[in-house]
DNA sequence: GCATGTCAAGTTGTG
DNA sequence: CACAACTTGACATGC
């Protein structure tokens, strides 16, 4: 059976995430910006409970938590650890709350670190603070019972094959508990399904394969074979695979086909998807109208309001 | 109050 | 050579 996830955020249901800049908080003393980052923490895991009971209740069994959970946890001058927080215990208390739900109501979590996390980059301070990123989220995902870490491969600089051998090295700087959770996804621009998948099998790191930056970056594979790849690759972790979706906000024959559109049109699923059992992560700007919109093409029914 | 500019971080490709 | 695109709002500031 297949699962769709949403990704991070809603349009139209009242739930959100709250932030805050270094900047603001360096305009207070230590004890006040722990404050502040307790309140906020808090206030974002009351919002993920209310995230996880809304999917639940329309049968959507998958969602991307977004990085800034915790705000500005690995900022080099305004950075803490939970346990610095006023509000620890209260922190550590929602956050098992959280992982009970997901764990009662099967959905599955994961994240999805951003475009500055690069384990290949040859400058040593670069890959320094993606793993000091990359251990948050593993914090992170044990706390709340996320399967997944997921990120790309990062830059080329002139030579994929030498900066897929620094992703190699640096993934074996990792912790366990994010070793355990990485995954490996295709880009748009540089890593295609192709380039991936070797690395992927070495290090037994699950590829999660993004049918819509295939489409913009082709290789030799197939969209049928590099789905049969991907599964295979998430065998040795025993976990569902992971697929995402989007469709071009322009059209096909467009310039420029990577924006997304606010939904997904059903055509842009691959036929080969839909026996699947897999998660599928709904990439489309109108969020959660965009999951329930398709779920209903494929009769998945979500349940009324 | 409301509008507007900013937000920690990397890399690539375009203008 | 500088800057926008990735993704995206939400926050902070200033009028």
Not at 3 to 30: I, K, Y
Not at 244 to 250: E, K
Request: with cysteine; charged share 25%.
């Amino acid at each position: 059976m297949l699962r769709f996830g949403l990704c991070c955020m809603f349009r139209e249901q009242p739930v959100s995430f709250a932030q805050t800049t270094a900047r603001h908080l360096e305009s207070m003393n230590r004890p006040a910006q722990l404050a502040k980052l307790s309140a906020l923490c808090t206030e974002n895991l009351n919002s993920l409970l209310a995230a996880l009971k809304w999917i639940d209740s329309r049968d959507i069994r998958a969602f991307r938590v977004l990085s800034p959970l915790f705000p500005r946890y690995t900022h080099p001058d305004v950075g803490y650890s939970v346990a610095d927080l006023p509000g620890a215990d209260q922190v550590a208390a929602l956050s098992s709350r959280i992982n009970r739900y997901r764990r009662e109501h099967d959905i599955r979590l994961s994240l999805h670190p951003d475009q500055f996390n690069v384990l290949s980059s040859p400058r040593t301070g670069v890959v320094e603070k993606t793993i000091e990123e990359l251990e948050y989220q593993g914090m992170l995902a044990e706390l709340i019972g996320a399967e997944v870490i997921n990120i790309h491969g990062g830059g080329a600089y002139g030579d994929k094959t030498a900066a897929l051998e620094r992703f190699a090295s640096n993934f074996r700087l990792l912790s366990k508990r994010v070793r355990k959770r990485l995954t490996l996804e295709n880009d748009d621009l540089t890593y295609s399904p192709a380039d991936l998948l070797p690395l992927c099998r070495r290090l037994k790191i699950p590829f999660v394969y993004d049918v819509h930056h295939h489409r913009c970056l082709p290789d030799r594979l197939t969209v049928d074979a590099a789905t049969a790849a991907c599964m295979e690759t998430w065998v040795g972790r025993g976990q569902e695979p992971y697929f995402h979706i989007s469709s071009p906000r322009h059209g096909w024959h467009a310039d420029n086909l990577r924006p997304h559109a606010d939904y997904i049109d059903p055509v842009d699923v691959p036929s080969i998807w839909l026996p699947l059992r897999a998660t599928i992560d709904v990439e489309a700007k109108a969020k959660e109208l965009a999951v329930v919109r398709l779920m209903d093409h494929f009769g998945l029914r979500a349940s009324d309001a």
